[in-house]
């Protein structure tokens, strides 16, 4: 600021020099020169001497005045440079402010989306722990099922494999069975023929008397093996109508047992009595209990051609009826051969008396 003003004051300063300097050349040019006398022209000079020292004293006062108005203008300048200053000087503080508040701005607006990423990054955190909780509660339950499935596949494997040994043995037993029936009978056939031969042998060295009683004793045995087959034949027809009569009988004749149908829909066309023998078969080898009367329970049971039980599962009925009449069916094994194949597959009615 200094620097700045001293630049007018010494033009101003060499300003009003030079006027004071022109003034005094000025005032001794026109300075009159007195007369070697000094009588009568000593008035004039006192006259001239006033009037230039009143010039100078308005010079002297206007020069003071221009120098006070440059003293003002110099005052106004450095005024206005110290305002222009003070003005520079709010605006590098405003500045100054205005940057620190951008800056305060700045890092608050950082430091909320700072905390908007943790925030984020939190809440990514609890999805995919989440996530993978449900996943292992997925994973968790398919195994559990994967596991329910292959233990109830096994169980069946298991069932199966018991049933079809069973059948095996049972086919095994039968085969056997019938085997020592056949080859025992084909001792007997051979002893027979043997004894027969031997007999016939004595029979004709023995005297005609004796052949005579041979062909009463043969005529009466052939009588009596066909009345042994008639007697058989007989039995087995009244066996045969007293279960078709039970059967037609209902509710109010001797018999209560409901009429059993054979085959996958009905009687099955072929004999009308051989499912009731199934199911007569069946409550011979049950064991029934007092609770177990009044009951029922329909039974499918499917044969082979020669009677051999095949499968047998549990209908309508009452469970525990139905389980005893399996359990009977299983013992039972085979039945007699079904009179056609129309009735290998037999709905029976059990109803224990």
């Avoid at 600021?1 to 050349?25: E, N, Q, W």
């Avoid at 305060?104 to 989306?113: L, T």
């Avoid at 008397?209 to 058989?232: G, R, V, Y």
């Amino acid at each position: 600021m200094k620097r700045g003003m001293s630049g007018p004051v010494v033009i101003s300063i060499i300003l009003h020099a030079l006027l004071i300097l022109m003034f005094i050349l000025k005032w001794n040019l026109d300075k009159p020169k007195r007369p070697a006398g000094g009588g009568g022209g000593g008035g004039g000079v006192v006259n001239a001497v006033v009037i230039d020292q009143l010039k100078f004293d308005q010079h002297k006062q206007f020069i003071k005045q221009q120098k006070a108005k440059k003293v003002e203008e110099a005052k106004e300048q450095a005024a206005e440079k110290a305002a222009a200053a003070e003005a520079v000087r709010q605006e590098k503080v405003e500045k100054a402010i205005r940057l620190k508040q951008e800056k305060q701005q700045q890092k608050e607006a950082k430091e909320k989306e700072r905390k908007l990423e943790v925030e984020r990054q939190k809440l990514d955190a609890e999805k995919k722990i989440t996530l993978e909780k449900k996943k292992k509660e997925e994973l968790k339950k398919k195994l559990e099922e994967e596991k329910k499935l292959a233990d109830q596949k096994e169980a069946e494997e298991k069932a199966e494999k018991l049933k079809a040994d069973k059948d095996a043995k049972a086919k095994a037993d039968k085969e056997a069975k019938e085997k020592a029936e056949q080859e025992a009978k084909k001792k007997a056939e051979q002893e027979a023929k043997e004894k027969a031969a031997e007999e016939a042998k004595e029979k004709a060295e023995k005297l005609k008397a004796e052949k005579a009683a041979k062909a009463k004793a043969a005529k009466e045995a052939k009588e009596k093996a066909k009345q042994d087959a008639a007697d058989a034949s007989k039995l087995e027809d009244e066996l045969l109508s007293e279960d078709i009569g039970g059967a037609a009988a209902g509710p109010s004749g001797n018999s209560s047992k409901p009429s059993t149908s054979a085959g996958p829909g009905g009687s099955g066309g072929g004999d009308p009595g051989y499912g009731d023998k199934v199911a007569n078969m069946i409550e011979q080898r049950m064991l029934i209990d007092q609770n177990m009367k009044g009951k029922s329970c329909v039974v499918k049971i499917r044969l082979a051609p020669d009677g051999l039980v095949l499968s047998v599962t549990a209908g309508s009925g009452d469970p525990s009826i139905c389980r005893a009449g399996i359990t009977a069916v299983n013992m039972i094994g085979t039945f007699p051969a079904p009179p056609s194949d129309a009735e290998r597959t037999i709905n029976a009615t059990i109803q224990p008396q």
